[in-house]
């Protein structure tokens, strides 16, 4: 049956029957947490979500110092990504992780040393220990807090100040990836391996060569995130629905992958990104025709992942068992 676009938005999570939770806090912004988190105990299967770029909680220094908020949210942001991460989570029993906090802030999926210190005042005491200019992708605008982009150009009226980027740290950064991490962690003790889906959505592709653009890019760091099996899996799905998708190009994942993909322990990642166009209007603004097709068509990859990650988690368990046993045998 085709999914309805969820209706609800800030705090809506899916009911997977079971726990939700919430941590982090948006510097700001009273009682605001950074992160939301839906997941089953014991869980119903070894994905976890992860939506970092689709929140829109936006403190109003945030807002007052934009040159143009409208235009550099919508930009910045995986614009309702997150609804559809969960009407996926709702359908599958996937572990859900949504950031609130906006990628205007800090960006989750940016290591925390990629920083253009250029924008930045520095303070008498750290003349010397505030490095020059940008590097890694910073110095294309895009590092952990965003400060250009194509066709707006400079995003922010005046300089950050330090202290803003550590309590950002503190307060969003660290304790999304901590739980990030911990919930990789369960799931891999319970099911032997597991896969965090990390999920974006991207501005429409334009046609090249005479074919049509992809709708999805799956990216796994060229190989190095995510076994080949799962990787050839999504190709496969998302061919049997005639629906395009291109590999690592031009997005072959960031620090969310590097950071926590480990699959020779057994701890899989990807990112998938999802042409804005196939979920939203026309406007690219809200929920389209499209929304309930994709997430369906998410859900059956989803499924199709999952089981063969708990086979792959089985076979692994086989393994040591039968290792355990030439143990003893041996002794």
């Not at 290591?111 to 200019?133: N, Y």
């Not at 660290?174 to 990030?180: D, K």
């Not at 919930?183 to 896969?195: P, S």
């Not at 804005?276 to 603004?285: E, V």
Request: hydrophobic share 45%; aromatic share 6%.
């Amino acid at each position: 049956m085709p999914l309805e676009p969820p209706d609800r938005d800030s705090l809506f999570l899916p009911d997977l029957g079971g726990a939700t939770a919430s941590g982090g806090a948006i510097p700001g912004l009273a009682n605001e947490p950074a992160w939301v988190l839906a997941a089953r105990e014991p869980s119903a299967i070894p994905v976890l979500i992860a939506v970092p770029h689709a929140g829109r909680v936006y403190p109003p220094g945030v807002e007052e110092h934009l040159r143009s908020p409208a235009q550099a949210a919508q930009r910045l942001e995986d614009r309702l990504v997150d609804r559809l991460g969960e009407a996926v989570a709702a359908a599958t029993g996937a572990a859900l992780l949504v950031a609130r906090a906006p990628r205007a802030m800090i960006d989750l999926n940016r290591a925390p040393d990629d920083v253009d210190w250029s924008m930045f005042t520095r303070e008498p005491d750290e003349a010397e220990r505030l490095p020059g200019g940008p590097g890694g992708r910073a110095g294309g605008g895009l590092g952990l807090v965003p400060r250009r982009l194509p066709g707006i150009g400079e995003l922010w009226k005046r300089p950050q100040r330090r202290a803003e980027l550590e309590a950002r740290l503190a307060q969003i950064h660290r304790p999304y990836h901590a739980e990030l991490a911990s919930q990789l962690a369960r799931l891999r003790e319970r099911w032997g391996t597991a896969l965090l889906l990390d999920l974006h959505s991207m501005p429409p592709m334009a046609a090249r060569g005479g074919m049509p653009a992809p709708e999805f890019v799956v990216g796994d760091r060229f190989g190095a995130s995510c076994a080949g099996t799962l990787t050839a899996l999504a190709f496969a799905w998302f061919a049997r629905g005639g629906r395009l998708a291109a590999h690592n190009r031009p997005y072959a994942g960031g620090y969310s992958l590097d950071c926590h993909a480990d699959p020779r322990g057994g701890v899989h990642a990807f990112q998938i990104e999802i042409a804005r166009s196939s979920y939203l209007d026309s406007h690219l603004m809200e929920p389209g025709a499209g929304f309930a097709a994709v997430a369906d068509h998410l859900a059956g990859l989803v499924r199709a992942l999952a089981a063969e990650l708990a086979a792959m988690g089985q076979m692994t368990r086989s393994r040591g068992r039968a290792a355990d046993g030439w143990a003893q045998a041996a002794e």
